[in-house]
């Protein structure tokens, strides 16, 4: 298991309680996982060849990267070196690098932002004045998770400390800048399964946003997805199309997609891991489907073929915990109001801890599952919740 923070340990102890020897790796040995597997390796999940030589001594059966963007390729270098469940090393890249995909996309046909990547800031700033000539434009690390260094642009005022900003969070180096997309509704934000090659199985939700902290950093994510049925299937199609040309095999599946208001479909992200922010848990809650279970048995080698579509049934959402500004907790207030409707929640914070400020899923706080009664009601609360479940800082 590559990984071992807050959002991977659902998948640590699944594999536990199935029985599995679960091995964690990281370079961070505080990291809260570690404590549920069997052993623990400090060694980077992006290093692949350290990661390779670890799993060659320990002669392993199965390797994941789960909630986790910086690891898969790694995992799906160690299976294609050892002849382990996995897919493509390259397509995996593809899908985990920003700049990469967006080439994949145009250079076969799909619907794409005008983007172009950079690793030299004269030169992006040069393409961002002739972009916002037409459209705001969006600057992107090509390979971070948790949407840091993002940022919006509707002029050049600060290009540079965005640039630098995106390039930070950067492993390879290289800042993605593109034109920014109107959506019409709520940004799709939801977890998939791909099972020789097809997309077996999707579960879509509502992407909510704190405007205030990042506007791009999911603080909550609510199912079902909002928008028409027929839409979603040709999403679907385009999705399992994508899976298709880059010969994607077996896993969980991060999906975003967006769409226009003349309901043009954009696929943002297909990332070849399950989600973080608890989809999996919230989706299995709606679906009865658990896409945690599937990842770690696909890894080694369990037929998952009795995997389905499976239609949504209530109303379930998450909420991650965060401070609008950096600073000292002062206390955590959750109103009466939303309490009967929190069903699960994990508190990682407490009164007299230094915070930052939510611009990044790094500054996640905490977690809740919640359970409405109806999609408006959920709809109400989650583009609200920091007037019911907040952090207050001094």
Known sequence: MLGGSHFQIPAIKYAKSAGYHVITADYLPDNPGHKYSDE?????????????????KLKIDGIVSYASDPGAPAAAYVAEKLSLPGNPYESVKILQRKDLFRT????????????????????????????????????KP?????SKGVTKHFTIVDFEKSFNDAMSFSLAKIVVIEDFIEKAIYEM?????????????????????????????PMGISFPYIQEKPVQQKAHDIIESILTKLNMKLG??????????????????????????????????????????YSVDSAVGKDCSDLKMV?????????????KRDGIVGSITITDEIKPKIIQQNILIKPGDKVNKFNGS?????????????????????????????????
């Open 252 to 293: 969980g599946l991060n999906i975003e997609y967006l769409t226009d208001k003349n309901a043009n479909i954009y696929i943002l992200e297909i990332g070849p891991r399950s989600g973080g922010n608890l989809i999996p848990e919230v989706i299995k809650l709606s679906t009865g489907v658990d896409l945690i279970a």
């Open 142 to 146: 090509a390979d971070s998770s948790g």
């Open 362 to 394: 790094n500054n996640t706080l905490g977690t809740f599952i919640l359970r409405f009664s109806s999609q408006d009601e959920m709809i109400y609360y989650l583009d609200r919740m920091t007037n019911y479940i907040f952090v207050n800082v001094v």
């Open 40 to 56: 623990y390796y400090n060694v980077s999940t992006t290093d692949e060849k350290k990661v390779l030589q670890l799993a060659e």
């Open 311 to 323: 239609e949504t049934e209530g109303f379930y959402s998450s909420y991650i915990l965060h401070a």
């Open 104 to 139: 994949f996309l145009k250079d076969n046909g799909f619907l794409v932002p005008v983007s172009a990547s950079f690793i030299n800031v004269d030169e992006a700033q040069q393409f961002a004045v002739e972009r916002l000539q037409c459209n705001p434009i969006i600057v």
């Open 189 to 217: 934000d939801g977890d998939g399964f791909v099972w020789q090659g097809k997309l077996a199985f999707r579960c879509f939700g509502n992407q909510h946003n704190d405007i205030e902290c990042n506007p791009y950093v």
